[in-house]
T-cell receptor, first 113, second 115 residues
Framework: DAKTTQPPSMDCAEGRAANLPCNHS???????VYWYRQIHSQGPQYIIH???NNETNEMASLIITEDRKSSTLILPHATLRDTAVYYC??????????????FGQGTRLTINP | SAVISQKPSRDICQRGTSLTIQCQVD?????MFWYRQQPGQSLTLIAT?????????ESGFVIDKFPISRPNLTFSTLTVSNMSPEDSSIYLC????????????FGEGSWLTVV
């Protein structure tokens, strides 16, 4: 079962920052928070991941609370092409290999003109 | 990232038939997974494809229905056997690339419609 809780849908105006929340209150110390998105008719696209520090890349920023029980994905200047379903996934990493990704229902983000 | 090619990208199949989906990656990967996404639903993991040995199936999925092969580090196949309309889904190959920092990447999926 998915270990995360996300709002089913959100709207954001084009050009504004989109802030997508995720609750993962049962996260373990060795588990990472991953974000993927799926634009209609395409395979999921990796966005970003983090353990406990905030992370930023060319696509987004990830803010993880100090207790690691929740996080927020930030798309700083949302465009219409950011309309997609966003998945927050908690995933452990084993020494001998990676654990599978378990998807929840995600948040359907709609960017409005 | 990883370049993941899936074939076919889309197909319409008759019930009772079987279809094999191929997944080819541009470089060696450590892990390969197969997912199913039914219409309007999220992704569900079918199995982990293991090189040179039997795949590891998730609860609710069996080898007779979804036989998987992985003959080398860059290629895998998923067969959907004896298809019914309930098998109409997107089937997605995903990989963890060697030295990618454990990130998993997805192919574009194979859209199957069973009639």
């Amino acid at each position: 079962d998915a270990k995360t809780t996300q709002p089913p849908s959100m709207d954001c105006a084009e050009g504004r920052a989109a802030n997508l929340p995720c609750n993962h209150s049962t996260i373990s110390g060795n588990e990472y928070v991953y974000w993927y998105r799926q634009i209609h008719s395409q395979g999921p696209q990796y966005i970003i991941h983090g353990l406990k520090n905030n992370e930023t890349n060319e696509m987004a920023s990830l803010i993880i609370t100090e207790d690691r029980k929740s996080s927020t994905l930030i798309l700083p200047h949302a465009t219409l092409r950011d309309t997609a379903v966003y998945y927050c996934i908690v995933r452990g990493v084993l020494i001998q290999g990676a654990q599978k990704l378990v998807f929840g229902q995600g948040t359907r983000l709609t960017i409005n003109p | 990232s990883a370049v993941i090619s899936q074939k076919p990208s889309r197909d319409i199949c008759q019930r009772g038939t079987s279809l094999t989906i191929q997944c080819q990656v541009d470089s060696q990967v450590t892990m390969m997974f197969w997912y199913r996404q039914q219409p309007g639903q999220s992704l569900t993991l079918i199995a982990t494809a293991n090189q040179g040995s039997e795949a590891t199936y998730e609860s609710g999925f069996v080898i007779d229905k979804f036989p998987i092969s992985r003959p080398n580090l860059t290629f895998s196949t998923l067969t959907v056997s004896n298809m019914s309309p309930e098998d109409s889904s997107i089937y997605l190959c995903s990989v963890q690339k060697l030295y990618s920092g454990n990130t998993i990447y997805f192919g574009e999926g194979s859209w199957l419609t069973v009639v």
